[in-house]
């Protein structure tokens, strides 16, 4: 059940490697009592399978990372432009592309909305909510720097998904949580994975 009064957000997972980092943030957004409004992009769904063990979709996939399907989080694909997140007045206090695809970035930084994770996005920027994008890719082109630029300039917040080393991750599933983490502070929302620096 999504009720009025609770906090909503919305999570893109692309393509781009690194599926976990977003079915993470999802996860932590679940924890803190946060209706999370998952959409999943075609390639991302073509990824799952070789980046989580056992999983075939996207709803294996949340289960395999996160131990079980929080009931507060509800998954969309890319092409259902009727899904909440694709009006400006469904209301959402923020939204993540974790990670985000250079053809994604591409896309929102041109205002090509063809598909839910760029229209959701664009709702985000033009009703001034936090949009974080998460950029996955390495080494950068200046077509890339320059998207990010301007996805900046717009008042989205650019967060690479770099990793810190200095909480001793022990495995890659920590790594990945200390940028999920990151990702969710600054989305505006309280996370208990990471500690404060100096706490």
Not at 26 to 41: F, H, K, P, Q, T
Not at 148 to 163: N, Q, R, Y
Request: with cysteine; glycine share 8%; net charge neutral.
């Amino acid at each position: 059940m999504y009720a009025m009064n609770k906090k909503r957000a919305v999570v893109a997972v692309t393509g781009a490697s690194g599926v976990t980092i977003g079915i993470r943030v999802s996860g932590m957004l679940a924890r803190a009592d946060v209706d999370v409004y998952c959409i999943v992009s075609d390639a991302a769904a073509r990824i799952i399978p070789a980046e989580i063990r056992g999983a075939a979709d996207a709803r294996a996939a949340f289960d395999a990372v996160l131990g079980e399907f929080p009931a507060n989080i509800r998954i969309f694909d890319e092409r259902n432009f009727d899904a909440p997140p694709a009006s400006g007045s469904f209301k959402f206090e923020a939204m993540a592309i974790a990670p985000c695809s250079m053809k994604t970035l591409g896309k929102l930084a041109c205002g090509i909305a063809d598909n839910l994770i760029v229209r959701a996005a664009e709702v985000a920027l033009k009703e001034r909510r936090r949009l974080v994008v998460c950029p996955r890719e390495t080494p950068l082109a200046l077509t890339h720097i320059r998207n990010m630029e301007t996805l900046c300039m717009a008042g989205a917040v650019i967060l690479p998904p770099a990793i810190s080393f200095y909480g001793e991750p022990k495995t890659a599933g920590d790594a990945a949580d200390t940028i999920a983490a990151r990702i969710v502070q600054s989305m505006g929302f309280e996370q208990d994975t990471v500690k404060e620096w100096g706490l």
